[in-house]
């Protein structure tokens, strides 16, 4: 299978042919690096969302149990395996999961039809 020659590419010498080259590769390395860069930033923005989630539940939890900061970290898994076994948890769990899921779903549909009507407010 040939390749059509670009006649670009015919009129010019050896030398811009490398000086063409090198720019490309300086290019495709810069490239290269801003996707590096733009993947340690996603990944660091992830960290933090994470984190703050964690925080925030954690929070959730020590004020629904206060006693639970005087427990240690043995204790408070102990609790939290109880918590995962109880049937009535994993429903009351999945019912909000559900819930949130649709609301979800119904915010996202609201936003469809606005687009379609064309409403940017």
Do not use: C
């Not at 090198?22 to 733009?38: C, G, T, V």
């Not at 408070?76 to 979800?104: D, H, P, T």
């Amino acid at each position: 299978m040939s390749r059509a020659k670009n006649p670009k590419y015919e009129s010019m010498s050896l030398e811009e042919l490398k000086a063409n080259m090198e720019k490309s590769r300086k290019q495709l390395e810069h490239a290269i690096h801003n996707k590096n860069l733009l993947e340690q930033r996603k990944k660091l923005v992830e960290r933090k969302e994470r984190s703050h989630r964690l925080i925030v539940k954690g929070a959730e939890f020590e004020k629904a149990f206060p006693l639970s900061k005087d427990l240690e970290q043995e204790d408070v898994q102990k609790v939290m395996s109880q918590l995962k076994i109880s049937v009535y948890n994993r429903g009351v769990v999945r019912n909000v999961s559900n819930a949130a899921e649709k609301i979800g779903r119904q915010q996202i549909s609201e936003a469809v039809e606005k687009t379609e009507k064309g409403d940017d407010s």
